[in-house]
């Protein structure tokens, strides 16, 4: 079985702050694929980052950090100095089925207010 | 650029008037699929098609159908709406099952008023 845990339901900050984002996942499969994306009021979900099991280096783009660890499952995301447009809802999700099916966690509202 | 293209972005029907939404895409992926989004819950997924071979989940009710004539088009059909129904559908597409081919390019949804 799979699942995908996202804690944190809503999280407010003010302009320029930093916010992490939790994402712990649970798979019995030794290859998989971990993913983030951004759906902003108009509703696309938007992509940010595929991550596979066996690499577990950190990324950063831009302001966006990610730190995958897989001792503990989890797969956190930092948005670095938050602007007003980053408000939106933040999803992870896990990939580790044959048909390609995810599993995504049930999403974090991120609101930034000026 | 290569899309995924949902029409209409925002559709209202009638309860149990039945409604099509529509989907295509220009990435020539292998793969599609439908979810349901309610409000504040993650995208829930109804079916999906690997080519012509098509994937019924097994919660998403028979008022659901779907209809790939082509690889570039998709047809998400609910013979009749009902109030529940109402929500963000959301069309998705990948290379191909599983692994890096597996990774989804989302269209913008429509979002499904039922009165």
């Not at chain 1, 938007?46 to 797969?75: A, H, M, P």
């Not at chain 1, 948005?79 to 974090?108: E, H, M, P, R």
């Not at chain 2, 559709?11 to 504040?40: E, I, R």
């Not at chain 2, 692994?99 to 269209?107: A, H, I, M």
Request: aromatic share 14%.
């Amino acid at each position: 079985a799979q699942k995908v845990t996202q804690a944190q339901t809503e999280i407010s900050v003010v302009e320029k702050e930093d916010v992490t984002l939790d994402c712990v996942y649970e798979t019995r499969d030794t290859t998989y694929y971990l993913f983030w994306y951004k759906q902003p009021p108009s509703g696309e979900l938007v992509f940010l980052i595929r991550r596979n099991s066996f690499d577990e280096q950190n990324e950063i783009s831009g302001r966006y950090s990610w730190n995958f660890q897989k001792s503990t499952s989890s797969f956190n995301f930092t948005i670095t100095a938050s602007q007003v447009v980053d408000s939106a809802v933040y999803f992870c999700a896990l990939n580790a089925d044959s048909w390609g099916k995810f599993q995504f966690g049930a999403g974090t509202q991120v609101v930034v207010t000026p | 650029d290569a899309m995924v293209i949902q029409n209409p972005r925002y559709q209202v029907t009638q309860f149990g008037k039945p409604v099509t939404l529509s989907c295509s895409q220009t990435l020539n992926h292998n793969v599609m699929y439908w979810y349901q989004q309610k409000s504040s819950q993650a995208p829930k997924l109804l079916f999906h098609y690997y080519d012509k071979d098509f994937n019924n989940e097994a919660d998403t009710p028979d008022n659901f159908q779907s209809r790939r004539p082509n690889t570039s088009f998709c047809f998400l059909d609910i013979r009749s709406p009902g109030l529940g129904d109402a929500a963000m559908y959301l069309c998705a597409t990948s290379r191909g099952a599983g692994g890096p081919r597996g990774e989804q390019f989302f269209g913008p949804g429509t979002r499904l008023t039922v009165l």
